[in-house]
């Protein structure tokens, strides 16, 4: 059986795509660190924020379903009370990973993508999972 950071780690190594969900185009804040930070480890970064044109030079998407490709994970920005609307749009995309950041925690949105073959991590940081995880390679 497979630790969870195995899993994780997996997942890491795997995935391509990630939507940044509340994206803010404030250096200061946490999504935009983040963002900054995985698009630099090589990922690409699909900012969701109706705010925004652009963040760190990537078009901004109103929404989810507005992107025209593939997401691999959903990292949601997102204040717990708020974000049930956008999990049931990720589920729709079948991403590999549905991941609410630190401090977000929403047992209701766990329910709703358990059984669906996703994965789903709350109350945790990519960024300091994949510098955690990944810090032995490059």
Known sequence: MESIDEIKKGLLEEIKTIAIIGISNQEDKPSFRVARY??????????VNPKYEEV??????????SIPEK??????????????????????????CIWLQLGIINEEAKRMVEGEGILFFMDQCI????????????
């Open 38 to 47: 995985l698009k630099n480890a090589g990922y690409k970064i699909i900012p």
């Open 56 to 65: 760190l030079g990537e078009k901004c998407f109103p929404s989810l379903s």
């Open 71 to 96: 997401v691999d994970v959903v990292d949601i920005f997102m204040k717990a009370d708020t974000l049930l609307p956008v999990v049931e749009e990720a589920i729709k995309l079948r991403p590999k």
């Open 127 to 138: 960024k300091m999972e994949h510098e955690r995880l990944m810090k032995h390679e490059n």
